[in-house]
């Protein structure tokens, strides 16, 4: 990927490095390729949108990022550290891995018995996060998110779009230098769907790194600096979201956002 270019949501800092960089991977379940030597990254301060139909490996990428799934070879490197390579684990501090990639799944997560508060909180206390400051930090999170006067209802209290919201506010608490969201919206009515797409963008322009799956088209062509259409585990098709999304050159791709409707 070339040098990005400073812009208002690029993160003023001298490291400009990638903070995710995967080279060559691979990955097999039950002796099915379901990666094929996939190279990707994703600069510090930009956004980058997996597309792809279902099946396609887009999940299975995201998890080897903080290896919840273990990749079978290449290289995945996360915040200047080579975390896995050749099939090969080396990250030796794998909660530390996991409180630099922050995850959004589509189900959202949440423990069901915790408050919305509790749910912030755990998950600090866990990284070891003093009590006072974790609570500080779930109260201004929550606010951030626009669910502050939610924080003492549960999960089954909470509509789909606060429960995102809520888990959203999680993966913020632990500072993560990388945000990964799988689907985040997918299980949501349109309404919930907006509000969560609107927490993303302010995120966005706060120059959070994003690293997205999502259905979302004409929400990955407003906030993408970079589109990645995956398809039976290849990158066929990579550039800017005007071109990946508007012109795109190969058939596969035009078959699969015909599919989806590129304009909605
Ligand atoms: N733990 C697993 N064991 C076996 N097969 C899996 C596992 N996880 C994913 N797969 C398979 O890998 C393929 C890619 O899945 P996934 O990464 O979830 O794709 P996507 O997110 O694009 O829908 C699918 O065929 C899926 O069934
Ligand atoms: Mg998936």
């Known amino acids: 990927m070339t040098e990005p270019v400073t812009t208002a949501k690029t993160v003023p800092s001298a490291r400009t490095e990638a ?31 997996v597309i792809g139909q279902s099946g396609g490996g887009k999940t299975t990428l995201m998890r080897c990022v903080n290896l919840l799934e273990r990749p079978d070879g290449g290289t995945v490197e996360v915040a200047g550290e080579v975390v896995h390579s050749g099939g090969r684990t ?13 995850m959004v799944f589509q189900k959202f997560h949440l423990f069901p018995h915790l408050t919305a508060v509790e749910n912030i909180v755990l998950a600090q206390r866990k990284a070891g996060v003093a009590e006072q400051e974790a609570l500080e930090r779930a109260v201004a999170l929550l606010r951030r998110v626009g669910v502050a006067h939610r924080g003492l209802a549960q999960p089954e209290q909470l509509s789909g779009g606060e429960q995102q919201r809520v888990a959203i506010a999680r993966a913020l608490a632990l500072r993560p230098e990388v945000l990964l969201f799988d689907e985040p919206t997918s299980s949501l009515d349109p309404e919930a769907t907006r509000e ?43 550039g800017r979201p005007q071109d990946v999304l508007d012109h795109p050159a190969q058939i596969r791709t035009r078959e699969f956002l015909a599919a989806y409707g590129s304009t909605s």
């Open 196 to 238: 969560v797409l609107s927490v993303m963008r302010e995120l966005a322009a706060d120059g959070m790194t994003m690293l997205l799956v999502t259905h979302e088209l004409p929400f990955a062509r407003e906030v993408s600096d970079h589109v990645v259409f995956v398809d039976g585990g290849r990158i066929v098709e990579e």
């Open 19 to 49: 903070v995710v960089r995967i080279e060559g991977l691979s990955k097999s379940f039950d002796g099915r390729t379901v990666l094929d030597n996939v190279n990707l990254e994703v600069d510090r301060g930009r956004i980058v949108s």
């Open 90 to 102: 080396l990250c030796r501090d794998l909660p530390r891995l996991r409180r630099t990639v922050g």
